[in-house]
């Protein structure tokens, strides 16, 4: 079973910077994509930002130019680093990995870490 572990979350006041990293228990290599997503109380899961294999990152409105996704493939962990935090980037964040090998795809969740913008 693969695990994900997310650590760096808390509480901030708004302006501030948080990094969030999550460790997987197996090669970062293996996945065709690797992302954050966050979920405050009532709404959706969304996705924050996207790393893939392949080609640019992906990152939602809203936090373009605040938020950078970033890998160690060496230590197998994925971060996103926040900067400006606004109350509204309050939310459970969660990390992702998803791969399709010869069509048959597969995606893990990690247990997700807090963060809490308060002034």
């Known amino acids: 079973q693969v695990q994900l572990v997310e650590s760096g979350g808390g509480l901030v006041q708004p302006g501030g910077s948080l990094r969030l990293s999550c460790t997987i228990s197996?090669?970062?290599?293996?996945?065709?994509?690797v992302d954050w997503y966050r979920q405050a109380p009532g709404t959706q899961r969304e996705v924050v930002a996207t790393?893939?294999?392949?080609?640019?990152?992906f990152y939602a409105d809203g936090v373009k130019d605040r938020f950078t996704i970033s890998t160690d493939v060496g230590m197998n962990t994925v971060y996103l680093e926040m900067h400006n935090l606004k109350p509204e980037d309050t939310a459970t964040y969660y990390c992702?990995?998803?791969?399709?090998?010869?069509?048959?795809?597969?995606?893990?969740w990690g247990q997700g870490t807090q963060v809490t913008v308060f002034s």
């Open positions: 992702h990995v998803y791969r399709d090998v010869l069509g048959d795809g597969s995606d893990y």
């Open positions: 197996e090669s970062i290599r293996k996945y065709n994509a």
């Open positions: 790393v893939f294999s392949t080609g640019p990152s």
